[in-house]
């Protein structure tokens, strides 16, 4: 079968997000999106994905914004707010509006996660909604001589009430309100209210469901994936303000504080939140707290992914049949690249110690990241780890990659360059080629 036809592309994209299921079940998501999202014609389609996580087994929080809702009630109440350093100033009457607002959107999104039409994405769900006054607020106060009335912000999550929810398999659901122990209500920022229960519930992943996940608004270009210290860099480098910093920056105090990923992804795409989970390169931006990727010394619980990595070459006779036997004798030998849990390259080296020399052997790259340098990072890697271990000279059998070493440095030499247990080894049939480079 083509392997550019429809169905195997399903089925080759179902299969690669079988890790990605397995290690979300049970985990804790916490789910923002503003007001103008809920507005959108896609909104369903939305929901549908969420019903999908929910089925998966991961425990959702879903926070809504609602923003447009409350000026289109000032505007047909013919009232006005005053916005200071982008914070609305909630008045009594504007108060009327907030809860006004929240109340429909709550209703309106529960409603859609209630739905199990036949023939529909969400049949059979099922889904139990749990919402309450698990947020406690304190009002903003008077800063700078402005009184911002009834805007508050996050005082306390309770997060006993709400994991007992999530516990039943429910789904919570939370407004941008806020409670005092006075019986106050508070107007909140729902990214605020998010990453606040990211934080306290030590959220895995916290997701924001944006305008735009670019970063770089005048270049056009987007991120795709962000350690912690990368993130605060592009936020210091910043001479505008825009919405997706202010994402950016919720995102580094989440992660900063103990949830491990963030994710940014523009809500105009359709199906965008599960691309962003359920493949390796995603379709956002992602901040994460640790490494995304690593090169590191491959263990015995690689076995299997080296093997699944190697396999098709081996079929093609670019690298040598390694049954998991021998695969599990040599793992040491081994350096692999991981991506999210994924080994997508891997190269080994074999030491002559006498001889002071080592064999670089099975370097393998997955197809879809050859042209990104991680042949070149494992190679040095690998360099270097010879090297410390006292080998002065490197080589190399190859029958189809000769020309990749020798742009590395790596100059033919005959078969009787190599250790004498090399040669004693060499398979005839294959007739690689060999390669030397000093170190």
Not at 145 to 164: K, L, M, P, S
Not at 166 to 172: N, Q
Not at 178 to 202: H, M, Q
Not at 231 to 260: E, K, M, P
Request: negative net charge; charged residues 25%.
């Amino acid at each position: 079968m083509n392997d550019l036809t429809p169905t195997s592309e399903f089925v080759r994209w179902f299969r690669q997000s079988s890790p990605y299921i397995h290690a979300f079940r049970g985990r804790t998501f916490v789910l923002v999106f503003d007001g103008a999202a809920v507005l959108d014609e896609g909104f369903a389609h939305f929901i549908h994905d969420v019903a999908l996580l929910n089925s998966l087994g991961i425990r959702l929080v879903l926070v809504h914004g609602d923003r447009p809702q409350i000026a289109q009630r000032l505007k047909e109440r013919e009232l006005s707010t005053e916005y200071v350093n982008g914070i609305r100033i909630t008045d009594q009457h504007a108060l009327a509006c907030v809860k006004e607002a929240a109340g429909t959107v709550r209703v309106e999104v529960e409603a859609l996660l209630s739905m199990g039409l036949a023939n529909s994405p969400m049949a059979g769900a099922r889904i139990r909604v749990a919402s309450g006054n698990f947020v406690t607020a304190k009002p903003m106060g008077i800063r700078d001589g402005v009184d911002y009335g009834h805007t508050g912000e996050v005082r306390r999550i309770d997060t006993e009430a709400i994991n007992q929810r999530l516990d039943t398999g429910a789904t919570v659901l939370l407004s941008p309100l806020g409670y005092s122990p006075t019986g106050e209500v508070f107007n909140l920022a729902s990214n605020e209210v998010a990453t606040a229960t990211a934080i306290a519930l030590k959220a895995d992943k916290l997701i924001f469901l944006t305008e735009s996940a670019n970063l770089h608004p005048a270049e056009r270009s987007l991120e795709g994936e962000l350690t912690l210290s990368h993130a605060r860099q592009i936020a210091a480098q910043q001479t505008q303000t825009h919405t997706s910093l202010h994402y950016l920056n919720h995102a580094i105090d989440a992660c900063r504080r103990g949830v491990r990923r963030a994710h940014l992804i523009d809500r105009e795409i359709d199906g965008g939140l599960l691309q962003e989970l359920f493949s390796r390169d995603g379709i956002g931006t992602l901040v994460s707290s640790d490494s995304y990727e690593d090169l590191r010394l491959a263990s015995i619980e690689d076995v299997g992914g080296i093997l699944e990595l190697i396999e098709p070459l081996e079929q093609q006779g670019v690298l040598m049949r390694r049954s998991r036997e021998q695969l599990e004798l040599e793992i040491n030998h081994f350096n692999v690249v991981v991506r999210d849990g994924s080994i997508i390259a891997c190269a080994a080296i074999y030491p002559y110690p006498e001889e002071q020399v080592a064999e670089i052997a099975c370097v393998a790259v997955h197809p879809d990241y050859r042209t990104r340098g991680r042949g070149d990072q494992l190679l040095k890697a690998l360099e270097k780890r010879a090297h410390a271990e006292g080998a002065k000279q490197l080589f190399v059998l190859t029958t189809q990659t000769a020309h990749w070493f020798q742009e590395r440095g790596y100059t033919p030499c005959p078969l009787a360059s190599l250790p004498v247990e090399k040669q004693a080894l060499y398979n005839y049939q294959r007739r690689s080629k060999v390669f030397i480079k000093a170190l």
